[in-house]
């Protein structure tokens, strides 16, 4: 089994073409999974892949 590849909200934004901004507010209205690591989101790369996906 492979490492967890785990992403910043900077690195998400990049992925999913949109602003740190955006990324937080899916974060908030649950739209995407995030882990909080101190007063920073952090999303493991499947759960952006699932949002991708659209499951």
């Known amino acids: 089994m492979g490492m967890i590849k785990i992403l ?3 690195e998400a934004a ?3 073409k949109t602003t740190r901004q955006q990324v937080r507010k899916m974060i908030q209205n649950g739209e995407l999974q995030a ?3 101190g007063r920073e989101w952090r999303i ?3 759960f952006l892949l ?3 996906n659209g499951s």
């Open 8 to 10: 910043t909200v900077k």
């Open 14 to 16: 990049a992925m999913l």
């Open 35 to 37: 882990v909080k690591v």
């Open 44 to 46: 493991p790369e499947e």
């Open 50 to 52: 699932d949002f991708l």
